[in-house]
């Protein structure tokens, strides 16, 4: 008897076709609520950063925020180039160091590890990403950065005579504040981000192509090689530029332990700035055109984010219809 | 068996704390009970809350008055948020606060209406400049030099002009590391002030909460973050203020001020200098280089912004008293934490100026 109710109940027409229609109602507006708080968020910044944006500030790397000859002819100048490099650069540290741990420790994970080592590690990496990023600003000005300045004093001394590497590890800073300190800081905390999308990913290879694999007499290289990496790309160039994404936009770790030097210099091992260190740093005692300008470098910053991702994404779909077509 | 244990800490750690507790009231009692007498029916009957923020500079110094204050005014509360001159000065002029603390005088672009506020100077700091250099704990330097240094043009501990502000000191070749604010700063502002106007012809940086230092310079975060790079290189130099000086146990340079006497950073020395100092109508004023013998030229002075009429009749009476007893009894409490009350002139300038308020 009640199971007959019930059933009338879920077949009655208009019941259910306003329920359908709430629901679309509610995920629509859920999607279109992300977009509009984006646009939001582009169009105030935009606005407030708006007295700011001159020529300077896209092509200069002079920063002087205050008028260094008070009625004279200076003029304060907010040229952003720097920090933009300084973004850059430690971000492209960041993954360059990043990747090949994160994704070596996710197939050790899922392709070699057994299996009670594996929660330990997986709990450990999970731990890894929940400490909060003050705390490895801290950790790097205190420790870090003294134990890196003789290994950087080190590595000038081997390769300061080599061309191209010689300008790269140039005379490193006494500090150990620098570019390189602070990618290895981003380093360790994108790793757990990449290296648990990654290792979601290669969960995902089908045992069967494996399978294929060995069956083919493959090693258990080539068996990565030929089946889970191909099949995984889309996904872990996913989790880079994830973590990419982080390392961008990482504040306080990176203010704490870049240096706070304005400028663009080959040398890792020199002080440099970063795009949202300087913006935390400078805020506070910001008035008028001052704090446009770091408004400013927040536009800035977003549209590099979005530029990042749709090449990602554009890289991606080549790559997987590249492989598609060599697997058809 | 377990619990026992953990509830018999958990009784320890009550009673510690509550002997921490009676400890810091009865502390603060003994700083407050001589001069709050006067005043103490007056205070401990208002009632209501103050919200201000501002200047990090006083910081310290205000909250130690709030905090004497707990005792002397139990239904009274205060807060003062330190977010930094800039950022106060903002939120006091869309009226998020009630006053605000200001170690620069208000310009233009800092969204604060003319007419709006009044400045009340409470305390003063002298800012030190610090430094680390083995074997060498006599220092002195004239602002040239000094301004030379900062703009990386004196690289080594030896450079003549170091060693002719410092007559039968041996100076070792060490590089000199210079070490300066990451953040924007009152700090940074004074000491650049300063060195604009005691060394004109030297300094071409400007002055500013930030200016464009070289780029082989070194940056730290806070007066700590800056204390810390000069504790952790051979040579290092930099500018901290005295408390976070002492507390890092930094030595400190004598100071050629205007006289053409070498000064230490002290209170004493930054009193002299606010008596020095040509104080304006406005109650602002520049002891930065000020005239005497005695005095210590880069003292930076902070203010509070209140407003010359409050709609809210109750509101202007908290402020007045909060203020007064800054101005008042608060003085006991600066010397405690490293700042310089006003000479006795300006005080009474001050309270005439808080009077104004309705």
Redesign the interface.
């Given at each position: 008897m009640t199971i007959l109710d019930k059933s009338a109940q879920l077949t009655r027409k208009d019941r259910g076709r306003h329920a359908d229609r709430l629901f679309w109602a509610l995920c629509v507006s859920a999607g279109f609520a992300v977009l509009v708080i984006l646009a939001l968020i582009l169009i105030t910044m935009v606005k407030q950063a708006y007295p700011a944006f001159s020529a300077d500030f896209f092509t200069s790397s002079t920063w002087i925020p205050n008028d260094p000859d008070g009625d004279g002819p200076g003029k304060p100048v907010y040229g952003t180039l720097a920090f933009l490099y300084g973004t850059l650069v430690v971000s492209a540290i960041a993954v360059i160091v990043a990747v090949p741990v994160s994704v070596g420790i996710a197939l050790f994970l899922t392709e070699l590890a057994p299996r009670r080592i594996r929660t330990a590690i997986v709990t450990l990496i999970d731990l890894l990403a929940a400490v909060p990023s003050v705390v490895f600003g801290l950790w790097g000005i205190l420790v870090v950065a003294p134990a890196l300045g003789p290994v950087y004093t080190w590595l000038h001394d081997v390769l300061g005579g080599i061309p191209v590497l010689g300008s790269l590890f140039g005379e490193p800073r006494s500090s150990g504040r620098t570019f390189m300190t602070a990618g290895l800081i981003l380093a360790i905390m994108i790793v757990p981000i990449i290296t648990s999308i990654a290792r979601e990913v290669f969960a995902t290879v089908p045992d069967s192509d494996k399978q294929a694999a060995w069956a083919l007499g493959a090693t258990r290289w080539e068996m990565i090689k030929g089946a889970v990496l191909p099949h995984s790309f889309g996904g872990v160039v996913g989790a880079v530029i994830l973590g990419l994404g982080r390392a961008m936009g990482e504040t306080i770790a990176v203010a704490l332990v870049i240096g706070s030097s304005v400028q663009i210099t080959a040398n890792l091992f020199e002080s440099g700035y970063a795009l949202p260190a300087i913006i935390v740093d400078q805020w506070g005692e910001s008035t008028g055109v001052f704090t446009s300008a770091l408004i400013g470098m927040g536009v800035v910053l977003f549209v590099i984010t979005v530029l990042v991702n749709l090449v990602a994404r554009f890289v991606v779909r080549r790559a997987e219809i590249r492989m598609r077509g060599a697997a058809a | 068996m377990n619990r026992t244990v953990l509830s018999r800490r958990v009784l320890a750690g009550v009673a510690i704390a509550a002997l921490a507790l009676a400890g810091c009231s009865s502390k603060g009692d003994t700083t407050t009970d001589p001069s709050a007498s006067a005043d103490a029916s007056g205070l401990a009957s208002l009632s209501g809350e103050l919200k201000a923020s501002g200047a990090s500079f006083p910081n310290t110094y205000y909250q130690e008055v709030i905090l004497s204050l707990k005792d002397a005014a139990p239904n009274f509360k205060v807060t003062y948020n330190s977010?930094?001159?800039?950022?106060g000065?903002?939120e006091y002029g869309s009226g998020l606060v009630d006053f605000a603390g200001t170690d620069s005088t208000v310009?233009d672009?800092?969204?604060v209406a003319a007419g709006s506020y009044l400045y009340i100077p409470t305390v003063a700091a002298p800012i030190t400049v610090s430094y680390n250099l083995k074997g060498v704990d006599k220092l002195q330097l004239s602002p040239v030099t000094l301004a030379k240094i900062f703009q990386r043009e004196i690289k080594t501990w030896n450079a003549p002009e170091i060693v002719a502000d410092n007559p039968g000191v041996t100076l070792p070749a060490t590089a000199i590391?210079v070490a300066h604010r990451?953040?924007?700063?009152?700090t940074t502002?004074n000491f650049?002030k300063y060195l604009a106007a005691a060394a004109a012809d030297a300094w071409?940086?400007?002055?500013?909460?930030?200016?464009?230092?070289p780029?082989?310079?070194?940056?730290?975060?806070k007066n700590t973050g800056v204390a810390?790079?000069i504790k952790?290189?051979d040579g290092g130099i930099g500018y901290v203020d005295l408390s976070d000086a002492k507390d890092s146990g930094l030595a400190f340079a004598a100071i050629k001020n205007k006289d053409g006497q070498y000064v230490l950073p002290t209170l004493e020395g930054a009193t002299a200098a606010l008596a020095g100092a040509e104080v304006k109508d406005d109650l602002t004023f520049n002891p930065l280089n000020a005239a005497g013998a005695a005095t210590y030229p880069i003292t930076a002075p902070t203010y509070l912004l209140v407003k010359p009429k409050y709609g809210d009749p109750k509101k202007a009476e908290l402020v007045k008293a909060f203020v007064k007893y800054v101005l008042t009894d608060g003085k006991a409490i600066a010397a405690e934490v490293n700042y310089a009350v006003l000479p006795t002139e300006l005080q009474a300038k001050a309270l005439a100026q808080l009077d104004k308020v309705s």
């Open positions: - | 977010i930094g001159s800039g950022a000065k903002k310009k672009t800092d969204g590391s990451s953040d924007g700063s009152g502002n650049t071409k940086l400007g002055s500013g909460d930030t200016v464009a230092w780029a082989d310079t070194q940056a730290g975060a810390q790079l952790a290189a």
